[in-house]
């Protein structure tokens, strides 16, 4: 089997990327990586977003507002959202969630922008990529009572432990692995991982954040994805290959992506 794997998350439309873009999506699928989806923070960065995918038929979008931006939300962020899906690399909303470790937006007006993008996930039927960080009884309950059995999603750069898990699969939930998952200190990432479902596990970098071991440090990029993937083939006691295949599987399916272009 050839090796492929999808990226789940990442940004690449960030200024880290500014110099080397295109090397680094080069690198990229050059590495066995088929796909690749920019999970969006905000609306200024959009437009680079679409670019770069309206360049890589292979990259899609999420648009929305992440946590650490939640104030930002006004009369016309709605609209943008909904107005942003007439491109057809656009595949999700969010990231959106709630953040209670930087705190960088209030905590009431993170969790109203957050059921306002849960509203909208409804409203379009489209999945959901959730940002939740120390505040998990909290992003559960946004969940099940604005959208619970009605919106489907992934928790990205899963944080969580095996305590998590039940909650996620009640509500139907994917849960997504990022390079901290290869970290020695993440034992109760690493307890969760063989846990998921095999149909609902995702791989992701986050790129430029979360390095993985061994590069730990320097700006990450999807090229790195396969040492993750390799520590959670490892805890799942598979193989890397079936490892990634479920991984990409699972990702083409939450984002309804069509099968790459060669
Ligand atoms: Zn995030
Ligand atoms: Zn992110």
């Not at 905000?42 to 650490?68: K, M, S, T």
């Not at 898990?165 to 993440?186: Q, R």
């Not at 590069?215 to 790195?224: C, H």
Request: hydrophobic fraction near 40%.
């Amino acid at each position: 089997m050839a090796k492929s794997i999808v990226d789940s998350h990442a940004h690449l439309g960030w200024d880290s990327f500014k110099e080397d873009r295109n090397e680094v999506i080069e690198r990229a699928f050059a590495s066995g990586i088929s796909q690749i989806v920019q999970a969006g923070v905000d609306f200024n960065g959009l437009p680079e977003c679409l670019q770069i995918a309206e360049r890589y038929p292979n990259i899609w979008n999420g648009v929305g507002l992440h946590p650490h931006e939640a104030k930002h939300w006004d009369g016309n962020s709605a609209d943008i959202i909904r107005d942003a899906f007439k491109h057809k690399s656009i595949v999700a909303i969010g990231e959106c969630g709630l953040d209670y470790y930087y705190d960088h937006s209030e905590r009431d007006v993170q969790i109203s922008v957050f059921k306002e993008q849960v509203k909208l996930a409804k409203e379009l039927n489209k999945p959901l990529i959730i940002h939740s960080r120390d505040a998990w009884q909290e992003t559960f309950e946004v969940l099940k009572t604005t959208g619970k059995g009605e919106v489907r999603g992934v928790f990205h750069c899963f944080t969580g432990g095996p305590a998590q898990i039940p909650e996620i699969k009640d509500l139907d939930f994917y849960v997504s692995f990022s390079g901290i998952l290869t970290f020695k200190s993440a034992k109760d990432i690493q307890a969760a991982a063989p846990l998921v479902a095999d149909d609902r596990f995702l791989l992701e970098t986050d790129s430029p954040y979360l390095a993985p071991e061994g590069k730990r440090g320097k700006r990450n990029e999807p090229s790195f994805i396969w040492i993750t993937a390799e520590k959670l083939a490892a805890l799942r006691g598979a193989s890397l290959e079936e490892t990634a295949e479920k991984a990409s599987r699972n990702t083409r399916a939450l984002f309804a992506l069509a099968e790459s272009i060669n």
